[in-house]
């Protein structure tokens, strides 16, 4: 079974940038998507960014459309996440998360193995 392990995360001032990692090992990692969620406290994990299992095709949430970047690097079994102009509502627990397939999605549901996490807090 695959596991992955985030790192990278930070407390940050507004206007900062972070750039979160994730480490996969034990499992397969080249063939599929990967994705980027978040929660907050006392609300729902929301999709954050998903990219395709060659590198292409990524996707990402309106909300952090051109500040955030993912790429995924399959020699290093690692999928990245760069912030850059990070907000205060940018503070969560970020999860990297493997998918069900060779494509990314924004859903849940897409995922069969996830990350601990990683917090993210910005502060104003």
């Known amino acids: 079974q695959v596991q992955l392990v985030e790192s990278g995360g930070g407390l940050v001032q507004a206007g900062d940038s972070l750039t979160l990692s994730c480490a996969a090992s034990?499992?397969?990692?080249?063939?599929?998507?990967m994705g980027w969620f978040r929660q907050a406290p006392g609300k729902e994990r929301e999709f954050v960014a998903s990219?395709?299992?060659?590198?292409?095709?990524?996707s990402y949430a309106d909300s952090v459309k051109g500040r955030f970047t993912i790429s995924k690097d399959n020699a290093k079994n690692t999928v990245y996440l760069q912030m850059n102009s990070l907000k205060p509502e940018d503070t969560a627990v970020y999860y990297c998360a493997r998918g069900i397939t060779n494509w990314g999605t924004p859903f849940v549901s897409g995922y069969s193995a996830w990350g601990q996490g990683t917090q993210v807090t910005v502060s104003s």
């Open positions: 034990g499992g397969a990692f080249s063939n599929y998507g």
């Open positions: 990219i395709h299992w060659t590198g292409g095709g990524a």
